[in-house]
Antibody, heavy 119, light 110 residues
Framework: QVQLVQSGAEVKMPGASVKVSCKAS????????MNWVRQAPGQGLEWMGI????????RSAQKFQGRVTMTRDTSTSTVYMELNSLRSEDTAVYYC????????????WGQGTLVTVSS | QSALTQPASVSGSPGQSITISCTGA?????????VSWYQQHPGKAPKLMIF???NRPSGVSDRFSGSKSGNTASLTISGLQAEDEADYYC??????????FGTGTKVTVL
């Protein structure tokens, strides 16, 4: 079955960067887009951006432009999300979520990665 | 892009039906039939419940249904069960070629 497995929890200092990975299995990696969504403690879901694993093109929410980098490694079916200049407000669970070409929904989701930004 | 507007909470007794609204604009909900709904239990990842306004993925109970009128989409849960107690989020594609989520609704089964 399709599975998305994310990297483990991270603790970072303000101003640092974090890189979260999401390894896909059970489907043809380049045939599906991958999104990144985050959820601050007790808050709602926030869409961050999307990557096309086929060519590597990306687009992101205006809020994160210039601060987020999404990449992929087709040899390991893994996508990465790097967020820099971290601040306390970036403390959140970060999810990857698949969507198909021509589809506009997210299924399945990774298990989530908690990123804590604290001095 | 502002979050879509959902009621903070909705409650109902077992067996009853409840409806959650999701209000956006003509640039998102009203402009496309690309509204999806997600269920999230505490500490868990979201789960897709409805896609393209009213379609249910395989394995999702037919007690869940979706609709849309103008700039407002709705999720209805009929025959409410204890296991339906969770947070629910809507999502829509937007004219900026991005996605936006709703503010989220906590469903309580009385």
């Amino acid at each position: 079955q399709v599975q998305l497995v994310q990297s483990g929890a991270e603790v970072k200092m303000p101003g640092a960067s974090v890189k979260v990975s999401c390894k896909a299995s059970g489907h043809t990696f380049i045939n599906y887009y991958m999104n990144w969504v985050r959820q601050a403690p007790g808050q709602g879901l926030e869409w961050m951006g999307i990557i096309d694993p086929s060519g590597g093109s990306t687009r992101s929410a205006q809020k994160f432009q210039g601060r987020v980098t999404m990449t992929r490694d087709t040899s390991t079916s893994t996508v990465y999300m790097e967020l820099n200049s971290l601040r306390s407000e970036d403390t959140a669970v970060y999810y990857c979520a698949r969507d198909g070409r021509g589809e506009n929904w997210f299924d399945p989701w990774g298990q989530g990665t908690l990123v804590t930004v604290s001095s | 892009q502002s979050a879509l507007t959902q009621p903070a909470s909705v409650s109902g007794s077992p067996g009853q039906s409840i409806t959650i609204s999701c209000t956006g604009a003509s640039s998102d909900v009203g402009g496309y039939n690309y509204v999806s709904w997600y269920q999230q239990h505490p500490g868990k990842a979201p789960k897709l419940m409805i896609f393209d306004v009213s379609n249910r993925p395989s394995g999702v109970s037919d007690r869940f249904s979706g609709s849309k009128s103008g700039n407002t989409a709705s999720l209805t849960i009929s025959g409410l069960q204890a296991e339906d107690e969770a947070d629910y989020y809507c999502s829509s594609y937007t004219s900026s070629n991005t996605y936006v989520f709703g503010t989220g609704t906590k469903v309580t089964v009385l």
